[in-house]
């Protein structure tokens, strides 16, 4: 059921529309035609019937288009459009509930804890006097040479292994390989020279990404599975995707949602 409210504001903006067409001597037929629209469009627009009215971005394209044609304000007349189409709106029961639970959620942060670790020697009991070197025993006369033929060998074995580079050390000296810059994640640019009511939403996920007038060019990362892009000037509106050339998003009488998909999605 339609909001009253909202009933009434959309018959008075009908009504604006309609004067100003007859004001200028315009048929129902004639103003189709020129913007390339059915007269069944025009008459559900100025009759303010909300429940035949298409989705929020299309209705705005339409109003927009229609005021521009009759002499109006165009922004104007959309600023008037913008409350109806929000008291046309109702948040589903899903989203509801996923709002409020994600408002009763709370995330418990634990308190950091510090540690400190301190190393002192032990205590000395009294009266024990400290240690004392023990004496050189008699043998180590007879292992002196012994040592002293051992370090030698081990100076011998290091001045070899100086001369020629250890496998490791030949490894280390060889150049690294290049390596590959990472590969850039697919975009979508668009771009227009006039301004356009423009819609782009994920596909599959029916997430809205940009909604209202755009003008100028931006770039929108396609994602895993793609984008959906409408306009209610699809003949003003230029999609390149890679290195393609880019091209209009359709003709001027095809308002419609035209998809976007990277190599490889399903």
């Given at each position: 059921?339609?909001?009253?409210?909202?009933?009434?504001?959309?018959?008075?903006?009908?009504?604006?529309?309609?004067?100003?067409?007859?004001?200028?001597?315009?048929?129902?037929?004639?103003?189709?035609?020129?913007l390339h629209m059915r007269?069944?469009?025009?008459?559900?627009?100025?009759?303010?019937?909300?429940?035949?009215?298409?989705?929020?971005?299309?209705?705005?394209?339409?109003?927009?288009?229609?005021?521009?044609?009759?002499?109006?304000?165009?922004?104007?007349?959309?600023?008037?459009?913008?409350?109806?189409?929000?008291?046309?709106?109702?948040?589903?029961?899903?989203?509801?509930?996923?709002?409020?639970?994600?408002?009763?959620?709370?995330?418990?942060?634990?308190?950091?804890?510090?540690?400190?670790?301190?190393?002192?020697?032990?205590?000395?009991?009294?009266?024990?006097?400290?240690?004392?070197?023990?004496?050189?025993?008699?043998?180590?006369?007879?292992?002196?040479?012994?040592?002293?033929?051992?370090?030698?060998?081990?100076?011998?074995?290091?001045?070899?292994?100086?001369?020629?580079?250890?496998?490791?050390?030949?490894?280390?000296?060889?150049?690294?390989?290049?390596?590959?810059?990472?590969?850039?994640?697919?975009?979508?640019?668009?771009?227009?020279?006039?301004?356009?009511?423009?819609?782009?939403?994920?596909?599959?996920?029916?997430?809205?990404?940009?909604?209202?007038?755009?003008?100028?060019?931006?770039?929108?990362?396609?994602?895993?599975?793609?984008?959906?892009?409408?306009?209610?000037?699809?003949?003003?509106?230029?999609?390149?995707?890679?290195?393609?050339?880019?091209?209009?998003?359709g003709p001027i009488d095809?308002?419609?949602?035209?998809?976007?998909?990277?190599?490889?999605?399903?």
């Amino acid at each position: 059921m339609s909001d009253p409210s909202a009933t009434g504001a959309a018959s008075g903006l009908g009504q604006r529309l309609r004067q100003a067409r007859l004001e200028r001597g315009l048929s129902t037929s004639d103003l189709a035609a020129r913007l390339h629209m059915r007269p069944e469009q025009i008459d559900v627009l100025e009759a303010g019937l909300t429940e035949r009215w298409p989705e929020r971005a299309f209705a705005i394209a339409q109003v927009r288009r229609l005021a521009t044609a009759v002499g109006l304000d165009a922004e104007s007349v959309v600023a008037d459009v913008r409350p109806i189409l929000d008291q046309l709106q109702t948040p589903s029961a899903a989203a509801t509930a996923v709002m409020r639970a994600s408002a009763g959620r709370s995330i418990a942060t634990p308190s950091p804890r510090s540690r400190v670790f301190r190393s002192t020697p032990p205590p000395r009991r009294q009266g024990t006097p400290p240690s004392r070197p023990q004496a050189i025993p008699r043998l180590t006369w007879v292992l002196l040479p012994l040592l002293l033929l051992g370090v030698g060998a081990v100076a011998v074995a290091s001045l070899q292994s100086h001369r020629r580079p250890s496998p490791a050390t030949a490894a280390a000296v060889r150049p690294a390989a290049p390596r590959r810059a990472p590969a850039t994640a697919p975009v979508l640019e668009v771009s227009s020279g006039e301004p356009a009511w423009l819609t782009v939403r994920a596909v599959g996920a029916d997430t809205v990404i940009f909604d209202g007038t755009f003008q100028g060019r931006r770039t929108f990362p396609l994602g895993p599975r793609g984008l959906e892009l409408r306009s209610g000037r699809p003949d003003l509106v230029l999609v390149r995707q890679g290195d393609r050339p880019a091209r209009p998003l359709g003709p001027i009488d095809r308002i419609t949602w035209v998809a976007f998909r990277p190599a490889g999605a399903p």
